[in-house]
């Protein structure tokens, strides 16, 4: 495990300790688990922009896909507990 430093106004570093007792941790895990999140996050984002961009590219190869109104009838039947046909794509693009 290696160690980082970092400097904060003094301000900061207040609210943080703060923060941190509120929260019933250190400063220093309060820290770590922000870094931790900011982290995890910015590699879901990631992810999310790979796969964004692989639908997208595929869409742009294929033309098709499922339109929109299709898509929320789905949904509300679904979360009304029916049992709904799952829609299909269909070429709208090409």
């Given at each position: ?43 879901f984002?990631?992810?999310?922009d ?6 997208w ?38």
């Amino acid at each position: 495990m290696s160690t980082t430093t970092i400097r904060l106004e003094d301000e900061l570093k207040e609210r943080l300790s703060a923060a941190a007792e509120r929260a019933g941790k250190t400063a220093h895990a309060f820290i770590r688990d922000a870094i931790t999140e900011s982290v995890e996050q910015a590699e879901f984002d990631a992810e999310m922009d790979r796969v964004c961009e692989e639908r997208w590219a595929d869409f742009l190869k294929t033309g098709e896909a499922i339109p929109w109104e299709e898509v929320r009838t789905y949904m509300k039947e679904t979360a009304a507990g029916k049992k709904a046909k799952r829609p299909l794509p269909k070429k709208i693009f090409g």
